[in-house]
């Protein structure tokens, strides 16, 4: 397998011409993220990604976590790469300056995360769950909560888990049964509660890396309403922190299990037990869910971002071996007639895989870069009318990121898979393990599948397409105003799919009036032609960019070398002419007779 | 996970509905193989399978084989397992009679094949390699080495392996290093050569659940002609059998490693060392790869076979699951108010996922005894034409059968993952195991992209699509004289699918005769359009009979349940529906650019 090497140049290009993080930070007033500041971020991440990181991660896969004597023991090297991390504190990059945080933008934040997830996504899951702590501990807890945790959250001294599921209740919150009685107890200053329960599938749920674990748990107060709303969200430490900051007691919360899993298999998937653990509440009784929602389009964002970036690692081996390995002759006749075969890169079949992976890959790196600055401008934004549209689209866009950027990386994966041949197949080359790394993508943090129901039924439907109508007409502005001569020509294509996909909400609003299984049945193919035009998008813009910088029209100062402008310009015309078509064959699934999904008895399947 | 359960009820169906056994079987004059001896095999097969042998399949994955002292350790219960397969007398099934097999068709053959690769697709790979080699050595080889090795090999005795892979050599075999050299020594009264070489990713290569292996063996002659024209096919056996049969001195060939693979880890992928091993030649020098050849028909259909046996264990799994995990309420309203949620098969997207599973699995069990049939009227049919056209449609369907159906297995699998949530990432449900087990299926016995090369150059524009058309007019034919009112009506769809493939076909032999890497750019989406049509067609052939059952045209004496034919119908239109219409789609990927691929330098990579 190939050495990782993190996509610096993409993401500074994505940066500088799609954000163009250069005007829009300082109109943030985010000014201590400069593009100088930026650049040498991206370079220190790299460093510690592509050289502390990234060589764990074949190892780690084949040794994995093992629970002994109700400790976690991690592979070889985890202990000093979060070391190195904390070190580094990469852990504030994206933090509240109130408590330690560095305050830099999620556009930045983002880049460094796909590095960290593209070195190795296991050992990367216990970064992004304290920093997803660390969000819903900022946006709902107390002053005092926060004082005490975030800043050691923040160094990476203390981790962060979120502590959701019960073997009963995934997708159904409303069903869990973990009790929390209130305490006629007060510490740290605060009312003290006694978590009971059983959770599940606790990401790095207990571990030492850290020298503590700040576990945030939904449970249900005494008389609590049934259901989703009567849920509530409690910080419940392994170890309470005394008066003074320093570790105190062992709380009791335990790890009673580790899950043996398809993938990130050097990640601890824990099942945590709580036995009258102690905690606080955070934000107001019943309201938890709501409270996990707040940081809920970070952490979708962030698990498309883990897909990519793992699909990126997967690409890059590929094409090293599609250059390297000498099967067969090229079919137009032999190309290095010298040697006993040709590189398989000369095969059509081999460049369609790879064309494929690079198409997806690099249109999701830019659509997760396009969304994370809705999250900056929704943040940081004075201007009303601006959140509120910047509002809108992470609502809109958020599943699409989650659901089609990991769904589209497992294809890339399986080609990236298939071009090894028999290798592929062989854990030791490390293309399977990027299959098997990147299908958690597709089911943890809401499934696919909720994901679509989210956007079709919430984010088109209930609003009648407002927000969806909104960022289409974006699209078609730029497509009908911005693009030049030739590039418009390409664009013809999506102006098609764009008329498309507004004129199916359309139908669906008034078919879903009628019969609510419509959006059931129709919500992931109708998320995958979003996704499609969205990416359609995206290349023009990046290939409309490229052109840009070619012409001279902005001083780059040679940052971008010729192949890497004219590889984008084929990449769009390659996505253009041969996946974003598929967009009609959604069309014609959506509108086919639905109801061929519900008549089926269920006694019949 | 669900206990595998044979698919007897279908199997049956589709030989007496669409193969017509009771006919077919004594025209070819195989009048052992009645309905009532198939209905015995099948029960048997299916005790076997679901008994003694799924029950090893999840245990076995985790315990893997391993590697000591040179010889192959397999899980428990693997050594019983084969000798209950042996003493049933299952490895002789479909033998020479002349040999001691019992002559069975693979019509049905097919299904116990089916039965056995979902029970366990490791464990089954050994009696499948066992089954290639025989067929191989019944074509190929002399009287005396069929006499002295087929007899032992049908009962299991002796197993069989085929040993082709070398590391610089997998799809391109010209390029293989191994060396037999001519002995002036013969024995069992044929000459000896001495085989010198490295092969890899041999299955079941090594293991003592047989006392004897019969390793079939590509290497080159002294002076053989460069690449493929220059390899000869060798016997060489583990163990050298004495002239009276007894069996011999150990042969010098070794396992030297096991590969650690994604999936099928309870099997052996062993690297074989030959030095100076005793062997003999199989037919003529040179001509080995013609001689694998003949036998690669059957073995790509078993591929097919193991793909869609473990995607329908994946069915069973996820159909059982989603009927009793309760979750979450339909949109249309709660459907048991009384239970805490709903079984998750009241969602749409729930069912969509099923339906995608089954409309594919059960196409694909049709399609490989569609195509079995063929391969038993080309084997023994008295009529010229009657075996030339069933040869050209084994030629044609083959590489569909191979890819296609595995290509679908897997993205079944998947989804059959994907309706076990969070659970279906964990090894223990099974399901995760279906997805690792069947993503070889589409690797091994020549990759998907090969056998779409296969498909598309040799076997559709080198005879200017006179097979297809043969093919096409068939199905037309069907949809036009043979459908009754309603089903015409949804035939129509595929009439149209159908002057698509046709349409497609003669524009590819246009463009291919300018440039012959318009072959390679369009040869996985032609296969995959013809691969659609041919389930279309299946789909309309299930659903006319069982209109034909409903109305009393036939005597079925109740054999299938209401429940059993309506669903077929059922699955009929959803796959009309659903999933034909991606014929359109990759019509329209055909018809673009297909530069595309090709002008990017591979510098831009």
């Known amino acids: 397998?190939?050495?990782?090497?993190?996509?610096?140049?993409?993401?500074?290009?994505?940066?500088?011409?799609?954000?163009?993080?250069?005007?829009?930070?300082?109109?943030?007033?985010?000014?201590?993220?400069d593009p100088e500041t930026a650049k040498a971020i991206l370079e220190e991440a790299a460093k510690?990604?592509?050289?502390?990181?990234?060589?764990?991660?074949?190892?780690?896969?084949?040794?994995?976590?093992?629970?002994?004597?109700?400790?976690?023991?991690?592979?070889?090297?985890?202990?000093?790469?979060?070391?190195?991390y904390c070190e580094g504190g990469w852990g504030?990059?994206?933090?509240?300056?109130?408590?330690?945080?560095?305050?830099?933008p999620k556009t930045l934040v983002a880049c460094v995360e796909e590095m960290l997830q593209g070195a190795c996504m296991a050992f990367g899951l216990a970064p992004m769950l304290t920093a997803g702590a660390c969000l819903a501990l900022n946006a709902h807890g107390s002053d005092n909560l926060k004082e005490r945790f975030l800043p050691n959250m923040y160094t990476g001294q203390w981790a962060g888990a979120m502590d959701l599921t019960e073997p009963h209740a995934g997708t159904d919150l409303g069903l869990i049964r973990t009790k929390a009685v209130p305490l006629e107890q007060n510490m740290l200053g605060e009312a003290l509660y006694a978590v009971t329960g059983t959770k599940i599938f606790i990401t790095w749920g207990e571990h030492d890396m850290a020298e503590n674990i700040v576990h945030l748990v939904?449970?249900?107060?005494?008389?609590?309403?049934?259901?989703?709303?009567?849920?509530?969200?409690?910080?419940?430490?392994?170890?309470?922190?005394?008066?003074d900051g320093s570790l105190g007691a062992r709380n009791?919360?335990?790890?009673?299990?580790?899950?043996?899993?398809?993938?990130?298999?050097?990640?601890?998937?824990?099942?945590?037990?709580?036995?009258?653990?102690?905690?606080?509440?955070?934000?107001?009784?019943?309201?938890?869910?709501?409270?996990?929602?707040?940081?809920?389009?970070?952490?979708?964002?962030?698990?498309g971002i883990q897909a990519v970036a793992v699909a990126q690692a997967s690409y890059q081996s590929a094409r090293d071996y599609a250059s390297e390995r000498l099967q067969s002759r090229s079919l137009s006749g032999a190309q290095f007639p010298d040697d006993p075969a040709d590189p398989i890169i000369v095969h059509p079949d081999v460049r369609r895989m790879l064309m494929h992976m690079r198409s997806f890959n690099e249109a999701s790196r830019a659509f997760y870069l396009y969304v994370a600055q809705?999250?900056?401008?929704?943040?940081?934004?004075?201007?009303?009318?601006?959140?509120?549209?910047?509002?809108?689209?992470?609502?809109?866009?958020?599943?699409?990121?989650?659901?089609?950027?990991?769904?589209?990386?497992?294809?890339?994966?399986?080609?990236?898979?298939?071009?090894?041949?028999?290798?592929?197949?062989?854990?030791?080359?490390?293309?399977?393990?990027?299959?098997?790394?990147?299908?958690?993508?597709?089911?943890?943090?809401?499934?696919?599948?909720?994901?679509?129901?989210?956007?079709?039924?919430?984010?088109?439907?209930?609003?009648?397409?407002?927000?969806?109508?909104?960022?289409?007409?974006?699209?078609l502005h730029f497509v009908q105003h911005d693009l030049s001569g030739e590039w418009q020509k390409e664009g013809?294509?999506?102006?098609?799919?764009?008329?498309?996909?507004?004129?199916?909400?359309?139908?669906?609003?008034?078919?879903a009036g009628k019969s609510p299984d419509v959006i059931?049945?129709?919500?992931?193919?109708?998320?995958?032609?979003?996704?499609?035009?969205?990416?359609?998008?995206?290349?023009?813009?990046?290939?409309?960019?490229?052109?840009?910088?070619?012409?001279?029209?902005?001083a780059s100062e040679g940052a971008y070398s010729a192949e890497f402008l004219a590889a984008k310009q084929y990449l769009c015309r390659y996505f253009l002419n041969r996946e974003l078509p598929r967009v009609s064959f959604l069309a014609e699934r959506i509108r086919s007779h639905s109801d061929d999904l519900m008549v089926m008895p269920a006694s019949h399947f």
């Open 520 to 554: 059931g049945a129709s919500a992931v193919d109708f998320l995958h032609a979003l996704g499609l035009v969205s990416y359609g998008y995206l290349w023009l813009k990046m290939a409309h960019s490229t052109e840009h910088i070619q012409s001279g029209g902005v």
């Open 48 to 84: 510690l990604c592509e050289q502390v990181i990234a060589p764990l991660n074949r190892e780690a896969d084949e040794t994995g976590t093992h629970l002994t004597a109700g400790k976690v023991v991690v592979p070889d090297g985890f202990n000093e790469a979060y070391s190195a």
């Open 92 to 104: 504030a990059l994206g933090g509240d300056a109130q408590y330690g945080g560095m305050g830099m």
């Open 218 to 243: 939904l449970a249900k107060l005494p008389n609590a309403p049934a259901g989703s709303k009567g849920i509530s969200l409690f910080l419940v430490p392994k170890h309470l922190p005394n008066e």
């Open 252 to 303: 009791t919360v335990s790890c009673g299990a580790l899950e043996k899993k398809m993938g990130i298999k050097s990640s601890a998937t824990c099942v945590m037990n709580f036995e009258e653990a102690k905690g606080w509440l955070v934000g107001e009784p019943h309201k938890g869910l709501a409270a996990m929602f707040t940081m809920m389009n970070y952490e979708r964002l962030t698990v």
């Open 492 to 511: 013809a294509k999506l102006v098609e799919c764009i008329h498309e996909v507004t004129a199916l909400a359309q139908e669906l609003i008034a078919r």
């Open 1 to 33: 397998m190939a050495d990782y090497q993190a996509p610096i140049t993409d993401l500074s290009f994505l940066l500088e011409h799609l954000i163009k993080a250069d005007q829009l930070w300082p109109q943030l007033g985010l000014h201590d993220a």
């Open 374 to 475: 809705y999250l900056d401008i929704a943040k940081y934004s004075q201007d009303d009318k601006t959140k509120s549209q910047a509002e809108g689209r992470i609502a809109l866009l958020t599943p699409v990121a989650k659901a089609f950027m990991s769904d589209m990386a497992l294809s890339a994966a399986i080609e990236g898979q298939q071009v090894f041949g028999g290798h592929g197949y062989i854990r030791e080359w490390g293309q399977e393990q990027y299959v098997r790394d990147i299908r958690i993508t597709q089911i943890y943090e809401g499934t696919n599948g909720i994901q679509a129901l989210d956007l079709l039924g919430r984010k088109v439907i209930a609003n009648k397409a407002v927000i969806l109508n909104d960022y289409c007409s974006e699209i």
